[in-house]
């Protein structure tokens, strides 16, 4: 490890490896410090949808073509248990090959490190950052390694631990919402589409992943736990009861885990040397697949950003509002949009579930409507 670089990335997952490899071919020396020992292990278990405006940052980045087990959304249905409304976006319609991607974490993870491989980039694993402080003209990170603490000294020191290791106070919202997560087959396999419904206990989507899907099935706490507990067979008989007959009957399913699902953020992202960006500023509910998506054009303009510092600007305050300013709708839409989409559907009150049937009904046939959501779920809420 060296005592000092231009920047220090603290959390070597996705979004911290993403804004390494933007910047492994500029005139900034960077070093990126990740807790994991075994960069072969990833921190989570769990599947990605990418929006196709991701797929092209990917691209800009080398790392797309070396994904090898991509599976293409190409249409997606949105429905409500107990209604007729319901929605369908098409990538035709958009003049898009796909409406985004889906990728398994491990893999888009394992594919970043081998791209930084290949630069200067220097990546030191079994590196525990404890706390990064800002001073006038540079900050300073404690790192432990093997039971002995350091400290790092940069121009600009970039947190993208994750929201797991920083100090920062956060902002939670709790959604009182586990997210179950499995692979299941079904008796009509996906072909490209992805499925959304949304049942007064929370949102469920099949995500299409290979033959199969990829399942995120939220529910209340007590509920998942009993969903884990369930033999195979009851688990998707039970899943078919509560899905619908849509892809037929559910015939396989994986081990299955889950998660806590909240809102949760920090309101003072910049200081001076410092930045918070990815799941350490902002952790979305999972319904609409926003939150990589959203940190890795965090990842992506914040390196636009710091190749266009003068070196004595790194870091300056000037240099972070900007930033932080180029940011903001993206990161308050994509925390609204995903916010009200749990909000107005994971409920029973009638008068609610009648004007979301009407909502649906009215995206599936105003065009500028369904072209509207289509735009931001490609590309972000600057879309
Ligand atoms: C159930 C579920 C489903 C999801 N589905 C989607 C989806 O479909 N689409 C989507 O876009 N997003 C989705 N997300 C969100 C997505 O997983 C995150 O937005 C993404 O992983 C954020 O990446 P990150 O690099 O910011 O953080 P992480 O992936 O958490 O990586 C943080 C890294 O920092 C390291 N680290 C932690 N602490 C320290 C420390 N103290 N010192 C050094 N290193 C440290 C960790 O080891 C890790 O490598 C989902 C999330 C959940 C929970």
Redesign the pocket.
């Known amino acids: 490890m060296r005592e000092h670089s231009d920047v220090v990335i603290?959390?070597?997952?996705?979004?911290?490896?993403a804004l390494a490899l933007a910047l492994a071919d500029s005139e900034t020396d960077v070093q990126v410090?990740?807790?994991?020992a075994d960069l072969d292990r990833?921190?989570?278990k769990?599947?990605?949808?990418?929006?196709y405006g991701?797929r092209l940052i990917l691209e800009r980045l080398n790392v797309w073509a070396a994904l090898r087990t991509v599976t293409e959304i190409r249409d997606i249905h949105i429905s409500q248990a107990g209604s007729l409304g319901m929605a369908r976006l098409h990538a035709a319609e958009e003049s898009l090959p796909a409406l985004g991607y889906v990728v398994d974490?491990a893999e888009l993870?394992s594919g970043l490190h081998a791209a930084l491989r290949r630069t200067e980039v220097a990546v030191v694993t079994a590196?525990?950052?404890?706390d990064v402080a800002s001073y006038a003209g540079y900050a300073r990170a404690r790192?432990e390694i093997a039971g002995v603490t350091r400290h790092v000294t940069s121009r600009l020191a970039v947190v993208?631990?994750?929201?797991?290791?920083?100090s920062m106070p956060r902002q939670t919202k709790d959604y009182a919402q586990h997210?179950l997560?499995a692979l299941v087959s079904a008796e009509v396999g996906p072909h490209g589409w992805a499925y959304e419904r949304f049942t007064a206990e929370g949102p469920v989507a099949l995500?299409p992943q290979d033959d199969g899907y990829a399942l995120?099935w939220t529910a209340t706490p007590e509920r998942v736990k009993a969903l884990l507990e369930l033999p195979d067979d009851v688990f998707l008989r039970d899943l078919h009861a509560h899905f619908g007959d849509r892809v037929g009957r559910f015939l396989s399913v994986s081990s299955r885990n889950s998660?806590p699902?909240n809102l949760s953020y920090v309101r003072e992202t910049i200081a001076p040397h410092r930045v918070i960006?990815?799941?350490?500023a902002h952790?979305?509910h999972?319904v609409a697949?926003?939150?990589?998506?959203?940190?890795l054009r965090d990842a992506w303009e914040l390196a636009a950003g710091i190749r266009d510092s003068r070196h004595e600007e790194l870091g300056s305050l000037r240099m972070l509002k900007n930033f932080q300013g180029g940011r903001r709708l993206d990161t308050a839409g994509s925390m609204f949009f995903t916010d009200l989409l749990v909000n107005l559907f994971s409920n029973d009150i009638p008068v609610l579930r009648h004007g979301r049937s009407l909502g649906l009904l009215a995206l599936q046939q105003i065009r500028p409507l369904k072209r509207f959501v289509a735009r931001r779920m490609i590309f972000g809420a600057q879309g």
């Open positions: 603290i959390g070597g997952g996705p979004v911290g490896a410090l990740e807790a994991r990833p921190a989570h769990r599947t990605l949808a990418l929006s991701s974490y993870d590196a525990h950052v404890k790192v993208a631990d994750g929201g797991t290791g920083s997210a997560l995500l995120v998660f699902v960006i990815g799941n350490a952790i979305l999972p697949g926003q939150g990589f998506n959203l940190g």
